[in-house]
């Protein structure tokens, strides 16, 4: 009981690190996706690189620079705070690279329908590409996030008190060893799948509709 | 129904000295070409000859290197960056259809008629709605409306982008190949709507390998090859006796199919 107890406190942050990382990674990847769409040699460069050194260096690198070299003045980051915002911004990286995928696999016969009618770039965005990229987007982007659950557990190097960290933490104290890393994963598994089977089902749904 | 044609021949589209080339690849060099209100403009030639070019130059979905361009009254040079408003007005004037449709799949086919009245005319829904489903019924399509165009055969979706392309009023519609995708007896259905359209007096510019229509629905024909204009005038004359050598030549090779 004890050791259920220790991964149901270490849940909640487990959900929480991998959903404000998606979030701030879903947002981050926006401009990096404009930025690799530029025509603009400069921009495109820098968030080619950019793209380059966040997914080259490990994320667990990326957490421990967080945590322990940034300082802002006085502030220094907590261990919560550095391990959601390293995996959100090595999450950008990733899915500006997926959504930049999904927005050139769009024919570029969609582009010149847009531009022969006369809509606003805008418009384009908003009402044809937008909805289109989201849909081909799908199911890269839950594979990511379920991966992204999973590497959620990198926060724990930092001390971040998830899932992987209060298991540990169990096993050290009661020294009953790898019982808890079984019922660990089952966790991980039950949060994965559903996921997966809600990404499917969304695909084939869209699919349906829509299919070309 | 066919109501019967007025020609008064001022030119809704005026194309003068277009040229543009790809790198070192000259794609257009010197055409000018002018289209009289209500008149059939049917563009053939060989393949790489620069049709698709010269069509979409004319909306500037691709950037002549220099030339004019006159749609309605517009007039966009091609040295000059086009002002956005000048540009906006001149494709409002000129309705396009692609050889693949490039209908838009995640919306339904009343959608993909509405939806560009609505942002570019600034029509309400109902009255956007109202139009479509006036041009469906007119395609012979009004029970389609609800469906989403990856449930339609190639020549309905044809027949839903004209449709889309109609409901904006245009002064003139730019056809490139329109039935080059589809079977034989589904390009008939697209070709039917066409020659109805010409019948009302509709300006039109039709890129096409359809010798039937270019024929008997032309008013004009304009021969092109090698990026120039070899040879224009009327279709029937040109059909039958061909001033050009290469355009005996094309003429043979399509006909000989
Ligand atoms: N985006 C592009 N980049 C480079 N070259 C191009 C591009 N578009 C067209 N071309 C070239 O321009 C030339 C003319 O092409 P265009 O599509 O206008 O010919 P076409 O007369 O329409 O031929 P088809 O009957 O095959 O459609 C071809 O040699 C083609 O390779
Ligand atoms: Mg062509």
């Given at each position: 009981m004890e050791m259920l107890r220790a991964i149901a406190i270490g849940l909640p942050l487990t959900v929480l690190v991998t959903i404000l990382a998606l979030m701030i990674g879903t947002v981050v990847a926006l401009p990096i996706v404009a930025g690799l769409r530029s025509r603009n040699r400069l921009v495109w460069l820098m968030s080619r690189g950019l793209v380059d050194l966040l997914r080259g260096i490990p994320p667990v690198v990326w957490l421990f620079i967080l945590y322990?070299?940034?300082?802002i003045g006085a502030i220094r980051l907590t261990a919560l705070q550095a391990g959601v915002l390293g995996l959100g911004v090595v999450a950008a990286a990733y899915l500006a690279e997926i959504f930049r995928g999904a927005i050139s696999s769009i024919p570029k016969g969609q582009w010149e329908a847009s531009s022969a009618l006369g809509f606003h770039r805008a418009t384009v965005w908003s009402l044809i590409i937008g909805p289109q990229t989201a849909r081909a987007v799908v199911p890269a982007y839950t594979t990511f996030a379920i991966g992204l659950l999973k590497d959620s557990s990198i926060a724990s190097s930092i001390g971040v008190a998830e899932i992987v960290f209060m298991s540990s933490q169990y096993a050290r104290q009661s020294g009953e060893g790898i019982m808890v890393f079984f019922v660990a994963a089952g966790v991980y598994i039950l949060l994965s799948v559903p996921l997966g089977l809600l990404s499917r089902h969304l695909d084939i749904k869209m699919r349906k509709a829509v299919a070309r | 129904m066919i109501e019967p044609t007025i020609r008064t021949g001022t030119p809704v589209v005026q194309v003068k000295n277009l040229a543009k080339a790809y790198g070192s690849n000259v794609v257009l060099r010197d055409v000018s070409l002018s289209v009289p209100e209500g008149s059939v403009t049917a563009m053939i030639g060989p393949s790489g000859a620069g049709k698709s070019t010269v069509l979409r130059c004319m909306n500037l979905l691709e950037q002549p290197d220099s030339g004019e361009i006159e749609i309605d009254g517009h007039r966009i040079n091609a040295g000059r960056k086009p002002n956005p408003k000048n540009l906006a007005a001149l494709r409002r004037s000129a309705g396009m259809v692609f050889q693949h449709f490039n209908l838009f799949p995640h919306m339904t086919v009343l959608k993909n008629i509405s939806l560009p009245q609505e942002r570019v005319l600034g029509r309400s829904r109902d009255e956007a709605n109202e139009k479509s489903m006036e041009l469906l019924k007119r395609m012979g399509l009004a029970d389609k409306a609800d469906q989403y165009p990856s449930r339609c055969s190639g020549g309905q979706q044809q027949r839903i982008a004209i449709a889309r392309a109609l409901a904006l009023g245009p002064r003139v519609m730019l056809f490139d190949?329109?039935?080059?995708?589809?079977d034989p007896e589904v390009g008939v259905e697209v070709l039917e709507v066409m020659k109805e359209l010409a019948c009302t007096g509709m300006t039109m510019v039709v890129v096409t390998h359809e010798m039937a229509f270019a024929g008997n629905v032309a008013d004009e024909l304009v021969v092109m090859a090698d990026g120039g204009i070899i040879e224009k005038g009327e279709p029937g004359q040109i059909l039958q006796d061909p001033q050009h050598e290469r355009t005996r030549r094309f003429l043979r090779a399509v006909l000989e199919r």
């Open positions: 322990y070299g940034v300082s | 190949e329109p039935t080059s995708a589809l």
